[in-house]
């Protein structure tokens, strides 16, 4: 009998290996989303817009959840190639 197939976890980089930068991505990919709800339903219980700061501090939050992973996977394969 064949043991089950055990691939790589969602915050594993492969087996056995831990990656606590996707665990701190999908905190701040969390972090943007509790952020966003609270401005939104701040100004919809207000009847205002939201303004331009907001946004960009919305926009900001959701690049810096997405950015460091893949900044990280460019430099490895910069580093790979021998070209960094």
């Not at 394969?77 to 070209?83: E, Y």
Request: aromatic share 14%; net charge positive.
């Amino acid at each position: 009998m064949r043991a089950p197939f055990v691939g790589s976890g969602f915050f594993q980089e492969r087996k056995d290996k831990r990656s606590s930068m996707r665990l701190m991505c999908f905190l701040t990919l969390l972090f943007a989303f509790y952020i966003t709800w609270l401005i939104v339903t701040s100004h919809l219980d207000a009847d205002t817009d939201i303004t331009k700061f907001e946004m960009v501090v919305i926009a900001l939050l959701f690049v810096a959840a997405f950015a460091p992973k893949a900044i990280q996977k460019f430099a490895e394969n910069q580093l790979a190639k021998g070209t960094a």
